[in-house]
Nanobody
Framework: VQLQASGGGLMQAGGSLRLSCAASGRTFSSYDMGWFRQAPGREREFVGVIRWPSGITYYGDSVKGRFTMSRDNAKDTVFLQMNSLKPEDTAVYYC??????????????????WGQGTQVTVSS
């Protein structure tokens, strides 16, 4: 599975951005799709996941209530809607895929495939 993340950019605090992650190479059915982020000097942080096949979502505490994930299975694309952005949301955002039946969804090491990352910068 190849993953291509897009949609990052510069936004003022309080604004919104939507990230997209398009999968190619093989269908992303049977994969949990996750988003992680990494700020300079910090470890990669779990942002959220949308589970296969239920579509149930889970989020990291720092984004809960502000970020929402969705997926379009027909287009093999997953989205991350980010609202009420804060300067501390500034990071490179990565989408990732893991087999739905293995690993813990909140651990980066559980994921088998990664996109290239897209920069999100939130100014105060």
């Amino acid at each position: 599975v190849q993953l291509q993340a897009s949609g990052g950019g510069l936004m003022q605090a309080g604004g919104s951005l939507r990230l997209s992650c398009a999968a190619s190479g093989r269908t992303f059915s049977s994969y949990d799709m996750g988003w992680f982020r990494q700020a300079p000097g910090r470890e990669r942080e779990f942002v959220g996941v949308i589970r296969w096949p239920s579509g149930i979502t889970y989020y990291g505490d720092s984004v809960k209530g502000r970020f929402t994930m969705s997926r379009d299975n027909a287009k093999d694309t997953v989205f991350l809607q980010m609202n009420s952005l804060k300067p501390e949301d500034t990071a490179v955002y990565y989408c990732a895929a893991k087999n739905y039946y293995t690993g813990n969804y909140y651990l980066a090491g559980s994921y088998d495939f990664w996109g290239q990352g897209t920069q999100v910068t939130v100014s105060s």
